[in-house]
């Protein structure tokens, strides 16, 4: 379906809402879309046309008095978002788990609502349901999320720390990060480490000059533990800042080993992933993701030796699996008891292998993996925390972060919820800058390739510094 919206302001999310109606871009609608304000009167009209035949569906709105330009843009968008998501869940017989939100953060959009006064937060799943058509399980989880939130707080000194490593063993046949297989870039990894650590020396005089305090360290990628211990030890050796939390996410069993976690604890690292993604060993191996059951139980022993807290990674409706073999995953992932478990559902992105053949992954199950995921995790002492949404994830769904016994991850809440500043270190990644009295956020990306990053680490750790002072 293809979208035409007279205000231009609006055309992408018009568009992202009918692609969740159609995500295989399989229906030859065309929609027009166009507005006009006559006083306070908002009219929307939408012209549905298909094969000739086109039917016009209009509808009214009274704009509320006295908002800013910006509020009243964002409720001009939600108002023709849910004309749109009326007609063609009426002429489509179909309805979204997610109503008319297309948005990457149903928290913070609903939390925002609660800050600026608009809604109770108790009423929450209602306002999710009514006004957004949001399904009632999905309302609930939302609030559910918001009651775990409670530790954001919006402090202008208080910075996460975030260091990417773009690296991996291998490439798995799903994934659309931008990250380097280690074969192929294996002689330039001392390099960028080199480079990782002027930016790292940049920062701490940064962090000092200007009296921030780092309240959370997150090495992502990527695949950090692909470094070996000695690389480790090198960069850890660079970041030393007295938080409660530090996590290192390892993510593939297969590059985990004894010398690399004595490293990290040495360091004091306290937060580790080891992603399993599945423990079906067959759909490991279609998805070209290198490593055994043996290789993760294993890494779980060390890690729980060391005294990690762990998360582990999974994902629902991956190539080949049907419910029965996803619910043996969640069953087995119980049995392990991380203290953190993510439930990602599968995206299908451009630059991922997979989407060339996109008719192993059994689209129609996936609905109830995920909710088979949560009522059991939650049946077993797991809570929500966290969630974000993807555009192309199968089903309209959503990934979501659950803790046990307290074991909240802020860094993860910080950046899904955009509320404290990250300085971002590394090739790919992005620093942001929270300005909390103004109720604003900047974005400063690195390169994205490690070669550029690597060609211009000058202009990186100039820029860094320049935006956060
Ligand atoms: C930053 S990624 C990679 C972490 C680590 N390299 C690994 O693979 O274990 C974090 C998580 O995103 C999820 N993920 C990656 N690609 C995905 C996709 N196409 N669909 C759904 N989840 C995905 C996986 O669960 C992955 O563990
Ligand atoms: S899923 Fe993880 S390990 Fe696999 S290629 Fe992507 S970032 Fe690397």
């Known amino acids: 379906m293809r979208v035409f919206c007279e205000s231009k302001d609006f055309q992408n999310d018009m568009q992202d809402l009918a692609n969740f109606f159609d995500p295989d871009e399989s229906i030859a609608f065309n929609i027009h879309h166009s507005d006009r304000t006559l006083d306070s009167t ?29 509020r009243e843009k964002s409720v001009k968008k939600s108002f023709f978002k849910n004309h749109l998501y009326l007609v063609l869940s009426a002429v489509l017989k179909k309805s979204l788990p997610w109503g008319s939100l297309t948005g990457v953060r149903p928290c913070k959009f ?28 999905k309302a609930k ?19 996460d720390l975030f260091i990417n490593i773009p690296i991996c063993p291998t490439r798995c046949n799903y994934c659309s990060f931008i990250s380097n297989e280690l074969c192929k870039i294996a002689g330039k990894v001392d390099v960028y480490l080199d480079c990782l650590l002027k930016e790292l020396k940049a920062v701490k005089n940064l962090i000092a000059d200007k009296s921030y305090i780092v309240r959370t ?39 985990i080993t004894r010398e690399k976690l004595e490293v990290l604890k040495r360091h004091n690292v306290n937060r580790i992933s080891i992603n399993p993604q599945t423990f079906c060993e067959s759909t490991l191996k279609r998805i070209g993701r290198k490593q055994t059951n043996k290789q993760i139980f294993d890494a779980y022993m060390l890690a729980m030796e060391f005294g990690f807290i762990v998360n582990m990674d999974m994902i629902a409706g991956l190539p080949g699996e049907k419910l029965g073999i996803f619910k043996r995953s969640i069953n087995t992932l119980l049995e392990l008891s991380p203290e953190n478990i993510t439930v990602h559902t599968l995206t299908i992105k451009n630059g991922a292998s997979l989407k060339e053949d996109r008719s192993q992954v059994a689209e129609k199950d996936v609905p109830k993996m995920v909710d088979y995921a949560e009522k059991v995790l939650q049946q077993n002492g797991y809570k929500p925390y966290y969630i974000y949404r993807q555009k192309h994830q199968i089903g309209g769904l959503e ?16 950046s899904m919820e955009d509320v404290s500043s990250v300085i971002g270190v590394g090739a790919g990644a992005i620093s942001k800058r929270v300005f909390n009295l103004e109720n604003r956020l900047e974005r400063e990306p690195n390169c994205k390739f490690i070669e550029d990053y690597i060609s211009r680490i000058d202009e990186m750790v100039e820029k860094k510094v320049k935006f956060f002072s």
């Open 110 to 137: 609903m939390r925002e609502m609660v800050e600026r006064g608009e809604v109770k937060e108790h009423i929450v799943p209602e306002v999710l349901m009514k006004e957004f058509f949001v399904s009632e399980d």
């Open 217 to 255: 360290i997150y090495i992502g990628g990527g695949t950090p533990t692909v470094l070996t211990a000695k690389q480790l030890d090198r960069l850890l050796g660079e970041i030393n800042y007295p938080v409660s939390e530090f996590t290192v996410e390892c993510g593939r069993a297969d590059t």
């Open 42 to 70: 908002l009219t929307s009209k939408i012209m549905l046309e298909n094969n000739g035949d086109v039917k016009e569906y209009v509808k009214f709105f009274t704009i509320p008095v006295g908002l800013s330009a910006l």
């Open 399 to 414: 990934n979501v972060g659950y803790f046990r016994d307290g074991h909240i991850c802020i860094f993860n809440i910080d």
């Open 141 to 159: 989880l939302v609030y559910e999320i918001m009651k775990h939130q409670k530790c954001i707080i919006k402090n202008d000194k208080l910075v």
